[in-house]
């Protein structure tokens, strides 16, 4: 057997592994083209609307110049309704040295840690900020230590979870969004009335 003979038949076998699916235009969702952390595989996909059951994630981060104060905070959205809310100081160094995209990374981290911690193996986390991504996709480059940690600890919570990146895009995602913003700030909120 020739060796092009030998590709075409490990060719064919591999084709007729592979799962079929019916991909028909109406199955797919308001989440086109996300950026999709699994198992250190990143690319970017269309979701089917099979997997909108999983939690939706609005993260967002707030950082304050003028108190030097950084704060993070997400909501869950399952099933069209929000399940879970939460927000916090950040008080790592190298994070807040970072200021607003520190921030920004620390909130998408909080978020996939509560999912990890509820057992759920696919999420979505909708944000506003393109250097999450950017940082992500940015593995080879020298990075601040904040964004090593970062990716570091991305790349290991992708072992326990398949992670659907999102931008703010439509009117839907950015109304969700919103409340996200509003509970990064309400610790920074908290801090500055006890002053």
């Not at 696919?122 to 940082?135: A, L, M, N, P, R």
Request: positive net charge; glycine residues 4%; proline residues 1%.
């Amino acid at each position: 057997m020739s060796n092009r003979q030998y590709r075409r038949r490990k060719q064919q076998q591999r084709n007729r592994q592979k799962p079929r699916h019916n991909n028909h235009q109406k199955n797919k969702s308001v989440l086109k083209g996300c950026y999709v952390i699994d198992n250190r595989i990143t690319k970017e996909q269309d979701v089917n609307e099979s997997e909108i059951v999983k939690p939706i994630i609005y993260t967002d981060g707030s950082y304050m110049q003028n108190v030097d104060i950084s704060s993070y905070g997400y909501a869950v959205e399952l099933n069209g309704e929000i399940i879970q809310k939460d927000f916090g100081l950040i008080m790592d160094k190298d994070m807040l040295a970072l200021q607003s995209i520190g921030a920004e990374l620390y909130a998408c981290l909080r978020a996939i840690e509560w999912a990890i911690a509820n057992r759920y193996s696919v999420i979505y986390i909708v944000y506003d900020c393109e250097g999450i991504v950017q940082t992500i996709q940015s593995k080879h480059t020298k990075k601040h230590r904040g964004k090593e940690k970062f990716t570091k600890l991305i790349e290991l919570y992708s072992q326990h979870v398949k992670i659907c990146f999102k931008r703010t895009n439509n009117e839907h995602l950015y109304k969700q969004h919103r409340l996200s913003h509003h509970l990064s700030r309400s610790a920074t909120e908290i801090l500055i009335k006890d002053r």
